[in-house]
């Protein structure tokens, strides 16, 4: 890859000493280099930063790790062989934050593959339930896909469309399921994601502006009459689906008749299925409402509105159980 030479990359170690946070530390290296291009120059960052060398690793079962001294001026990386091009990134950017986060402090830090999560769901836990371990994904994942950066991408697309997710995996160099967390974290859009292997559920998750909770749960089959479900070996095109196929009933706020479904076919079984809930505006059911004139009709309206849903959703799950 080729570099402007007018910018050359900086990593002055010195201005990272006052910073708390993971987010914060990634910030202030973003602010030292405000012209960085993508996907991160993860590797001069390595070699600037201090670390002398980067090797595979053959101790079983461990995916990474960082020796380095007291000081923490010098320090070698090994990384797990045989690892994909992009989790080897993501391991890299791990073990680069065990070494760049002031306060983490040891000597040797040894990583299993289940601390090392490119799908890190670090938001929202209390300070004391913030691990190292997970303080260092969220270096990885800020560094890797930093937010403004990200963002600016996410804000030019009008409707959410896994083609735009693919690209920006390739444009940040990162995993699929990593740029798909990272787009659950910062997207504002009622979103969520399910994750599956031969037609079950692994997990989902939704966006912060996702109200709906989804029926299907850990362990259980896509649902029959969900294009998900479908064999294949592309992505399939953004498609309306009967929202009572997916969503559970919300008890404030009426569930739409349809909503968007896509799916992309990865290998080996692998699936991830997206939701957007496209009309959301206009479903809202405001609790907060004074009983005045104006508001008892609004009260009235969205009533109405949620009894038609909720009488239309019974008819079809009674549907669902005779199946
Ligand atoms: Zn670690």
Redesign the pocket.
Known sequence: MTRSASSPLLLDLMELEDHKTPSDVVEEILRQNPDLTYPTPLERFVELAGIESISELTTDGFE?MLITNAEKSRGAIMVKAGVSPRRRRFTIA??LG?FLLPWHRQQK?S?KSS??KDSAQNRGLAPDLVS??TE?NAFASELLMPSSAFKSFIDDFETPNLLNLTNLSDTFDVSFEATVHRYKALSDKPLAFIFSHNHIVRYWVKTQDMPYTLKVRKDHALPLRSASRNDGNSMTDLETIAAHVWLEPHSELALPRNILEQTIHQSAGYKVTLLYVENLFGLEYDQTVDFDDEADHELEFNQEVIYEQASEYSVDAAFDESI
């Open positions: 990474g791990h073990e065990h830090f990583c601390d090392i190292i371990e260092a």
